[in-house]
């Protein structure tokens, strides 16, 4: 092929991604809004009316486009449903100082990077994705403006720089081994082995997998919560739907001994996410780790093929719960200070609704009923239980016994915040919750709660394309 028929191939391809190009221009005009002084609320307005855009108009098309740089398939029609509505959620979050049109911004251009992470069907094109999603999200970091903020950015930057030398050294090796980034020409080999397992570092890093989690802990602390929440779902799940991809096509090259290193990671990160949460009274550090352990649960499912309808149950439901129990942290947080346990003490009496909020997205986050969160875990160990049985494989069984003593655990540092919330002796703490943003958290917990009821519904939310 010519660079003329390349050139025509790629304008008639441009509709395939009208829901990047809706972010792409909206974030150009967004910049320009800014600049004219528009008001915060109108600015925000306009960046969920750019949302609900890229929403509307995602293609549900299959197949390879942009000389196959660029793949679609059911995943990829997932993400460009699921994410902008993500985003659209943390847009709901209490007017703080930090939140801008330059912030604003910077979410939109993670959400554009991690929309082409997704798509991408070449090494290149995904490493460029993901180097625009990290380099908005250490500025984001960083919006405090503050020790701790910049100190926490720092960190992100540093860690993750090392990451995206080692992620590129990968992709020079795989090149070098097949003379090719397309992720379906990749072959067994010595050398592309290594290749593959120096440029997985960087999906590990952006996906929380230990222990390229180091960076976990101090951003989610120092960064403003609303960006956490971000940062937790957005680009977290654009990286495993990533890993998904390349899992796909390398699978069946390098099994067993993939297979065996994936599920020894899930089985590390679950431990000692669970571990480290164990010990915090900081809510958001407790939420850090417990987003590390939960990255141990999603990662086998990139695994295996036939686990998409799970995969794409797990990764809405922890969405959902995430921005749920960041929103509710938020909430309480006072100007500057982040929210430790003793905050919440007592409140319970005065607002026993949030108290019951409070107890329904700490038990969706460990998996029991009535929620969502009980269906997914139920989901993905009776996966796990299947495979186990028909491989007879050690890695998926200490998995499971991993997989439920964690979540075990996981009782006792999620439900501290709805024990403090109603047992604790009350410290004459003043709150304030607008009806706005008290109506937000029961609509998602009584989305927790239906999803539990009706676990099917993603299937009008997210049709598959490929029947």
């Known amino acids: 092929m010519n660079i003329n028929e390349q050139l025509i191939e790629i304008q008639e391809h441009f509709g395939v991604i009208s829901s990047e190009i809706i972010l792409i221009m909206g974030s150009i005009i967004l910049l320009i809004l800014g600049m004219l002084r528009l008001p915060l609320f109108w600015i925000k307005v306009f960046v969920a009316v750019v949302l609900l855009g890229s929403f509307l108009f995602a293609q549900q098309i299959s197949g390879f486009f942009f000389t196959r740089t660029i793949i679609r398939d059911d995943l990829s029609y997932l993400m460009t449903q699921l994410l902008p509505w993500v985003t659209l959620g943390v847009l709901c979050f209490k007017r703080q100082t930090h939140q801008s049109y330059e912030f604003y911004f910077l979410l939109m251009s993670v959400l554009i990077g991690s929309l082409f992470m997704v798509g991408s069907h070449n090494l290149l094109i995904l490493y460029l994705a993901i180097e625009l999603t990290s380099y908005a999200s250490y500025l ?224 969706a986050l460990v998996g029991l009923p009535p929620t969502g969160g009980f269906m997914a875990k139920l989901f993905l160990f009776s996966t796990a239980w299947q495979h186990y049985e028909s491989m007879d494989s050690i890695y998926w069984l200490t998995f499971i016994f991993v997989g439920v003593l964690s979540s075990a655990a996981s009782l006792y540092f999620y439900l501290r915040v709805p024990y403090f919330y109603f047992f604790k002796e009350d410290q004459s703490k003043k709150i304030k919750i607008n009806k706005r943003h008290f109506l937000i958290l029961t609509l998602l917990a009584f989305t927790l709660i239906l999803l539990f009821i009706q676990p099917n519904i993603f299937d009008r939310f997210a049709p598959m394309i490929n029947p």
């Open 140 to 363: 984001l970091t960083g919006f405090h403006f503050n020790e701790k903020g910049s100190e926490a950015a720092m960190k992100y930057l540093l860690f993750g720089g090392v990451s995206s030398a080692v992620m590129l050294f990968g992709i020079s090796l795989l090149y070098g081994a097949h003379d090719s980034l397309y992720f379906d020409t990749l072959e067994f080999s010595l050398l592309g082995a290594t290749g593959l397992f120096f440029f997985l570092s960087g999906l590990f890093f952006k996906t929380s997998i230990v222990p390229f989690h180091i960076w976990v802990p101090a951003t989610y602390e120092g960064a403003p919560t609303d960006a956490v929440a971000f940062f937790s779902t957005v680009p977290k799940i654009a990286g495993f739907a990533a890993l998904y991809h390349v899992f796909k096509w390398t699978n069946g090259l390098f099994n067993p001994l993939l297979e065996q290193l994936i599920l020894i990671l899930a089985i590390l990160t679950i431990v000692w996410g669970t571990l480290a949460a164990l010990r915090q009274t900081d809510v958001k550090r407790m939420l850090s780790f417990g987003a590390v352990a939960h990255s141990g649960f999603i990662l086998p499912l990139c695994l295996v093929m036939d686990t998409y309808s799970i995969f794409k149950y797990y990764v809405i439901i922890y969405a959902v719960m995430n921005i749920l129990a960041f929103l509710f942290v938020q909430l309480h947080e006072k100007k500057g200070e982040n929210l430790s346990l003793s905050d919440v003490s007592g409140l319970g009496i005065k607002f026993p609704l949030l108290g019951v909020i409070s107890v329904i997205w700490a038990v």
